[in-house]
């Protein structure tokens, strides 16, 4: 078993009947639908809310049951990857385009876990990749030119063929930006959350509740 499917798992496992869980995008996250369906297939009720198309689809081809966010007020859990996380359990999100549901899930929960692999540990955010930052595409440029005044080096994100820009399921543009070393995370999320014109941003700032961390065949717990 690699350590991708060992933490989902290990989560799908802590997962208690009645609970109301949050279905994070991405491999690691497939990893945990496909873990979670299977408990639910052995007995287990729950009920869950998807963070993306993507997942909703996969989390219905399994039979897991679905409510929509429409009529959620708050959830048990929400489980998801990440990109980056250091030590303090800050996280870097995005390289996919759901930021705004991904945020709001991990905000209203009650527990919000992250799982990785010891491949995501950084030293700082934005140490391996840029820092994803949706905005509004009117506004692209004002914005640009706001994360330039902060010190920040902005390009819209293009598509992986290279013939046209990244639009996310909301809609928005993506600036995949880099900031120099020097800057602390959680004050350059206050700045990204003061800018006029930015839907959302790929730092998750005093979100997560722990992180489970899979390697060498044992998951280490971190929580906050």
Aim: hydrophobic share 45%.
């Amino acid at each position: 078993m690699n350590d991708k499917a060992l933490v989902a798992q290990h989560a799908a496992q802590k997962i208690e009947d009645g609970m109301i869980v949050g279905l994070g995008t991405g491999s690691t996250a497939n990893c945990f639908i496909e873990a979670l369906a299977k408990r639910h297939q052995e007995g287990l009720n729950i009920k869950t809310i998807a963070s993306s198309m993507v997942s909703a689809i996969k989390a219905r081809e399994l039979g897991l049951p679905q409510i929509p966010i429409e009529q959620l007020s708050g959830l048990d859990v929400y489980v998801d990857g990440a990109d980056e996380v250091t030590q303090d359990m800050i996280l870097l999100k995005g390289r996919g385009y759901d930021l705004i549901r991904e945020k709001l899930l991990a905000g209203a929960s009650r527990e919000f876990w992250v799982l990785i692999d010891p491949g995501k540990r950084v030293g700082r955010i934005g140490e391996r990749y840029p820092i994803p930052v949706e905005v509004i595409p009117f506004a692209w440029r004002l914005v640009r030119e706001s994360l330039t005044a902060v010190g920040g080096k902005a390009e819209l994100r293009q598509t992986p063929n290279q013939d046209g820009l990244v639009v996310t399921s909301h809609g928005s543009l993506v600036l995949d930006t880099v900031f120099p070393e020097a800057f602390d995370s959680r004050k350059l999320d206050a700045v990204l959350n003061g800018i006029p014109g930015v839907v959302e941003h790929g730092i998750f700032s005093r979100l997560a509740s722990a992180v489970f961390c899979a390697q060498d065949g044992q998951v280490e717990e971190q929580w906050a």
